[in-house]
């Protein structure tokens, strides 16, 4: 079955470094991938997009990696802010063409 | 500004009471739109597929009688949960995508969602 899975439920990290989350996948073969932020009690925004011929993509001070070997993007948060607190989601479109996502990691950036 | 607008935002009810939520694309004609449901902690799980002017398709295990879906025009869509019962309550978020050529691999742009919490 296919399965998309974030490897860290919670991650805590002091205000200034850099945060690092994991999205591992199975039996999908992705054109792209996707990352979101969700807020507490409000919908997923979209952030990033990356293409499976694309090793890395930046947008501000957010870095995501895509490997297809390795079945695996990363998503880093470089200087870390308290704002940056929320749910990161990723996802990928399956062959039916439907979005399905990770369960999120929630970081928390300690002040 | 929001893209999508998704009204309301919450819903408090008695069990057997149904429940109509709205799905507005604001910027753009949305032939699709799509409904979810997440509980606490857990990932968005896709329930059903809104077409404008055809029947909405439904992901497996979600009844179709139990979760009315109607989209009538390319801004709205409408999910009714009919006779709602404890273990519908839920967060229930909409979704669109811009309807162009290789659309799928447009973000989708999602509600603000709607807290059901039936009673």
């Known amino acids: 079955s296919q399965k998309i899975e974030q490897n860290s439920e919670a991650l805590n990290i002091q205000e200034g470094k850099t945060a690092t989350l994991t999205c591992n996948y199975t039996n999908y073969s992705p054109a792209y991938l996707q990352w979101y932020r969700q807020d507490p009690g409000r919908g997923p925004v979209f952030l990033l997009l990356i293409r499976e011929n694309e090793k890395e993509k930046r947008k501000e001070r957010l870095k995501v990696t895509f490997d297809t070997t390795l079945k695996q993007s990363l998503f880093h948060i470089t200087a870390s802010q308290p704002a940056d607190s929320a749910t990161y989601l990723c996802?990928?479109?399956?062959?039916?063409?439907?979005?399905?996502f990770g369960a999120g990691t929630t970081v928390t950036v300690r002040a | 500004g929001a893209v999508v607008s998704q009204h309301p935002s919450w819903v408090i009810c008695k069990s057997g009471t149904s429940v109509k939520i709205e799905c507005r694309s604001l910027?753009?004609?949305?032939?699709?739109m799509f409904w979810y449901r997440q509980f606490p902690k857990q990932s968005l799980m896709l329930m059903a597929t809104?077409?404008?002017?055809?029947?909405?398709?439904?992901e497996q295990g979600v009844e179709k009688d139990k979760f009315l879906i109607n989209h009538a025009s390319l801004t709205l869509s409408t999910l009714t949960v009919t006779s709602a019962h404890p273990e519908d309550s839920s967060f229930y978020i909409c979704s669109v995508r811009k309807s162009v050529a290789g659309g799928s691999n447009q973000p989708q742009h999602f509600g603000d969602g709607t807290r059901l919490s039936i009673l």
């Open positions: 910027d753009f004609q949305a032939t699709t």
């Open positions: 996802a990928l479109r399956s062959n039916d063409y439907k979005l399905s």
């Open positions: 809104s077409n404008e002017g055809s029947k909405a398709t439904y």
